[in-house]
Every structure is written in structure tokens, then in C-alpha cells.
């Protein structure tokens, strides 16, 4: 189970690792314990006792890789169109939302950030495997790559329950839901 926030020589979470990892990083000297289990759970052994590690920072170790791109993924494409239907302007529910080719599959668009926006099933009906220009349905905003540097696509690490010894970090985690998959998994080209 990985029960153990793992911070970077920043302060600045990177990851998750189980208790038994964190004790042995900072057994190796690799890892500093700042916190430990509020409801006292403890590690008890012939020659150490100790509360379970719950959040570590690790000395030159962890490197958060840089992004180079925004993954397309259905959140982002929402966040990046603003849930807002590129044909008429409505906004959409997550339940209405659909992922719309401005130039279709079948005419060989890919599934790329410049060629997909979000689109309501009625718009997306009616320009049924046809270019805006052919189905005279003129897109409201150009398609573009979003940004790695814009906030909203800021990366977050996914947690499925908040621990209070967590709390101070809160910003960086984001609570798992049910959907997460359906939502942050890259769209196929």
C-alpha cells in the first residue's frame, strides 16, 4: 500500500511509497521522516520502535521528470475548451460532453490537440463526418495546443483518501474518483 507521501529536497510532493520503503530510505540515510501516523500506529522491532512514516523527503534522489506536453485527454480537452460546445456555444455536462474531429477520422484527421474540441451530441450529429466548412458549421475557437506552463494542467497526484498528516499538501493531491481512468487516459491517435 503506498501510505507514505514522498517529498522532494524542495518540499514539493513527487510520490507515493509504501512505510516499509520510507523506513528503509531513511535507514539508508536517503530519506528524512517529517511525519509520522497521527493515530499512533507504531513499528515496534527488538531494537527500534517508531511511529509509521507517513511523509518523507528524500535527499538528491527523486527528479520530477519535466513535461514536455499537455496529454489530450478528455479533461484537458474540457478544461482546455472551457465545456463549452466549439459550434454553438453551449455548455455541456461531463454526461453531454463528446469529443468531436473538426477534420473526421474518416477524411484522415488524427486525434490531435489541433483537430479536436468539445461538441454537444446534437452539433456533433449534424456535422456528421464532415468539416466545419462543408457542413457550413463554423468553429467558435480555433483547436490549439494548450501550454505545459498554463495552471490549469498543472499535474497533480492522484490519492484515493486524504490522510491528516497530508493535510498541509492538499493542494497538490487530487482525490480519486470513480471515472479517473475514463477522464485522464490519453485520447487514441
Not at 7 to 30: H, V
Not at 50 to 65: D, E, L, S
Amino acid at each position: 500500500m503506498q501510505d507514505c507521501l514522498v517529498l522532494d529536497s524542495n518540499w514539493m510532493p513527487q510520490s507515493f511509497c509504501s512505510w516499509n520503503t520510507a523506513i528503509k530510505l531513511w535507514y539508508e540515510g536517503r530519506a528524512t521522516i517529517i511525519k509520522e501516523d497521527e493515530g499512533g500506529k507504531v513499528l515496534r522491532s527488538p531494537s527500534l520502535t517508531m511511529g509509521i512514516p507517513r511523509i518523507i523527503v528524500v535527499k538528491n534522489a527523486w527528479k520530477k521528470r519535466r513535461r514536455t506536453s499537455v496529454p489530450c485527454t478528455r479533461r484537458n480537452l474540457l478544461v482546455r475548451d472551457h465545456a463549452t460546445c466549439q459550434y454553438c456555444g453551449k455548455v455541456v455536462t461531463t454526461q453531454e460532453f463528446q469529443v468531436e474531429h473538426v477534420v473526421p477520422r474518416c477524411q484522415g484527421g488524427k486525434t490531435v490537440w489541433e483537430n479536436v474540441v468539445v461538441s454537444c451530441q446534437p452539433c456533433n450529429s449534424r456535422k456528421d463526418g464532415r468539416t466545419p466548412e462543408q457542413a457550413r458549421m463554423p468553429l467558435i475557437n480555433r483547436p490549439y495546443v494548450p501550454k505545459v506552463t498554463d495552471p490549469r494542467f498543472n499535474f497533480k497526484l492522484h490519492i484515493k483518501k486524504l490522510r491528516p498528516e497530508w493535510a498541509d499538501y492538499e493542494q497538490y493531491l487530487y482525490a480519486e474518483s470513480h471515472s479517473f481512468y475514463y477522464w485522464n487516459v490519453e485520447l487514441d491517435h
